[in-house]
């Protein structure tokens, strides 16, 4: 995992988090309310997906922000971590310690990737088993 999570406010600008993004060299970003509460994400990927409809880069984060914010225990296994991120269709997912809104690092698919040879999507993928609660209609 990434051990640092970087933040920006629901008020901030769509041009304010590019440069964050760029200047921290990272996928995502947590949005955080006016009480300073982590309330959403705003990754690369959304940020195109603006671009691409035509959205103002001075909108503010709040309005293409998603939620809930997936998270993962630090003390979870790495297998069960990256089920999660599978199951969600996600590229990243954010770490807490103690409390869920305790934000200590985020664990992206490329970062298992890179760490452990075999568990990239396509090896994870042949060596889960659904099990009867994990299942998907």
Do not use: W
């Amino acid at each position: 995992m990434t051990p640092s999570v970087t933040t920006f406010s629901v008020y901030d600008t769509l041009m304010t988090i590019m440069e964050g993004l760029s200047a921290n060299k990272i996928g995502a970003v947590l949005i955080c309310n006016q009480e300073d509460q982590p309330t959403g994400v705003v990754s690369k990927t959304d940020l195109i997906l603006a671009y691409r409809r035509g959205v103002s880069t001075d909108l503010a984060a709040s309005q293409i922000m998603n939620t809930p914010i997936q998270r993962v225990n630090q003390e979870e296994c790495l297998e069960n971590a990256l089920q999660q991120l599978i199951f969600s269709q996600l590229h990243r997912i954010f770490v807490f310690k103690g409390e869920p809104d305790n934000f200590v690092g985020v664990l992206s698919l490329s970062d298992a990737a890179r760490m452990h040879s075999g568990s990239c999507r396509a090896c994870i993928m042949s060596r889960i088993r659904l099990e009867a609660g994990n299942a998907q209609e």
